[in-house]
């Protein structure tokens, strides 16, 4: 595993395509997993701020995140308990008009199956966002049917929208994400964790 996480880290796949962004940075992959992880954060990719810190969800989504886990900082970030695999290790960039960029998806031919395959242990999967949605699930029916199906994958997989401000106004609309989801998704999270 440790040459793995090692590979990933030195991984430059994307230099030239994240050279050509609005922001022009350089590939900093984030790698945050272990073998004995048994729940697994499958989300997008990384933004701005998590380029800049190295961990992820160190941001208002990651807040947002925790709150909906139910998990604590240093539980969330427990490495040994917490596997985070986004679909691209590194932050995309902007394009012309500030927005992200999506992840790449040579990162996740490259590694997501390989790293997939290390993380035995895991007896819960959290996937964050349509990205992770359609590579977990292989769903194109948008977020918000497949999040509303969340009772044929639980309790060893959850569906949930990204928890990044922008998706304020679709917590609103859907008020049974808060009502119905959280709560059987926070139970699962604190058994598997705490067994």
Excluded at 78 to 94: E, K, L
Excluded at 101 to 126: A, F, N, S
């Amino acid at each position: 595993m440790s040459d793995l996480a090692a590979d990933i880290r030195a991984c430059r796949l994307c230099a030239e395509r994240f050279a050509a962004t609005q922001t022009a940075h350089e590939p900093r992959p984030v790698v945050w997993f272990q073998p004995s992880a048994r729940i697994l954060i499958a989300g997008q990719a990384p933004g701005m701020r998590v380029h800049k810190s190295g961990k992820p969800f160190d941001d208002p989504s990651g807040e947002r995140l925790r709150e909906w886990l139910g998990l604590s900082g240093p539980e969330f970030y427990d490495t040994s308990r917490v596997a985070i695999v986004p679909m691209a290790f590194c932050f995309p960039g902007y394009d012309a008009k500030g927005s992200d960029l999506p992840p790449p998806r040579i990162c996740g031919r490259t590694w997501h199956d390989r790293v997939m395959q290390v993380l035995e242990k895991v007896e819960l999967t959290v996937l964050v966002g349509a990205y992770a949605h359609k590579y977990h699930l292989g769903v194109k029916c948008g977020v918000t049917k497949t999040v509303q199906a969340w009772r044929d994958h639980a309790p060893r997989l959850f569906a949930l929208p990204h928890p990044s401000w922008r998706n304020t106004a679709w917590l609103r609309k859907n008020p049974w994400f808060e009502a119905e989801v959280l709560p059987e998704l926070r139970a699962q999270v604190q058994k598997v964790i705490h067994d």
